[in-house]
């Protein structure tokens, strides 16, 4: 593991100190715990964020196939 400091308010120490009497763990694993889970959502966020634009140029009918065009490209 790799050593780091970070400040924290009074309010967040506090509240560590309680999760980590509560769940008889360190705070430092909690805090591990907490970017893990952070992390693991930002991903999730992104994936569905993604996922929400499949497919949105689906039903559109403006938009000229793209093999058909292609067919002139090899003819210059």
């Known amino acids: 593991m790799i050593r780091t400091q970070i400040y924290i308010t009074k309010e967040?120490?506090?509240a560590l100190d309680k999760l980590s009497k509560?769940?008889?763990?360190?705070?430092s694993n909690i805090i591990r715990e907490a970017i893990?889970?952070?992390v693991a959502d930002?991903?999730?966020e992104k994936k569905k964020t993604i996922?929400?634009?499949?497919?949105?140029?689906?039903?559109?009918?403006?938009i000229p196939d793209v093999r058909e065009l292609r067919k002139g490209w090899g003819r210059r």
């Open 22 to 27: 509560e769940r008889n763990t360190t705070k």
């Open 51 to 62: 996922m929400n634009f499949a497919g949105i140029w689906k039903d559109k009918k403006d």
């Open 42 to 44: 930002k991903e999730t």
């Open 12 to 14: 967040e120490k506090e």
């Open 36 to 38: 893990d889970q952070y």
